[in-house]
């Protein structure tokens, strides 16, 4: 199986860890994961605020750099929720018949991470070990629109010394939203308050989720309240096999993807 990494514009420039930590855990299970370079954003952003237009090039390049994959695999579920179900919408658009063929034969093996380890490759053990006191919050592409359900649940709780706590009121936003977070700051704000007393409810050590996106966003919110609740990508903690491994690695420490 050729699997390539979308590792997503979000993630290569704020949180590089994870999208290589989805290639250490692939790696782990015998395969080899292609990335190809040619990659840029999914238009997510341009969709989300009206520039259906502008997003056009991107889905077509889009379609070009990953066909000929059998999976394509991206750490996000909203980038994810972006290709599956909107980039056909943006082929409409643009009225070409071409690109529509292209986005029909692509978006379907596009794969937020849990599905490609529980629904393609047929795993939910791999091989993690992470000795801490864990909450998961599902986000809300990941929820409502892929319809991951306990997939990255199932995967967390295979993870040797995990203490995984359930989170009160999961399925509620977390108030991010991408522009969301921008252009009502208010609402936002007091949703992200919410969700924030339910992590610190838990008592846990760390938040989990599948996107970076909402975890900077409650993350924000629990580093001004010096909560002592560190946020980390499903990912990285699959990818982890000892402790030293689970240490969190700041993002100015690293360098991105190139």
Do not use: W
Not at 23 to 32: F, M, N
Not at 43 to 60: D, K, M, S, W
Not at 128 to 147: D, E, I, Q, W
């Amino acid at each position: 199986m050729r699997i390539a990494l979308f590792a997503t514009c979000f993630n290569d420039t704020m949180f590089p860890d994870t999208p290589r930590a989805v290639v250490t855990v692939l790696e782990r299970l015998g395969h080899t994961v292609e990335f190809p370079v040619e990659q840029t954003c999914c238009g997510q952003l341009h969709v989300n605020t009206g520039y259906q237009r502008e997003a056009i090039p991107l889905v077509r390049l889009f379609t070009d750099t990953f066909a000929g994959y059998d999976a394509i695999v991206a750490p996000s579920g909203s980038c994810v929720g972006m290709v599956r179900e909107y980039h056909s919408r943006v082929a409409e658009v643009a009225g070409d018949p071409g690109l529509a063929a292209a986005v029909a034969r692509v978006a379907p093996r596009v794969y937020e991470f849990s599905e490609l380890l529980v629904d393609v490759l047929g795993v939910t053990d791999v091989g993690a070990y992470f000795p801490h006191r864990v909450t998961y919050h599902p986000t809300c592409h990941s929820l409502r629109m892929l319809k991951v359900g306990d997939r990255p649940l199932r995967l967390l709780r295979a993870v040797r010394g995990i203490d995984l706590i359930e989170l009160p009121a999961a399925a509620e936003c977390c108030g991010f939203g991408g522009t969301f977070a921008l252009k009502n700051a208010d609402v936002s704000v007091a949703m992200v308050g919410d969700k924030v007393r339910h992590v610190r409810d838990t008592g846990a050590e760390v938040l989990c989720a599948g996107d970076n996106s909402c975890l900077m966003h409650i993350g924000g919110a629990l580093s001004r309240l010096r909560a002592g609740v560190r946020t980390l990508h499903l990912a990285e903690i699959l990818a982890a096999t000892e402790p030293a491994a689970a240490d969190h690695v700041q993002v100015s420490d690293v360098e991105p993807i190139r």
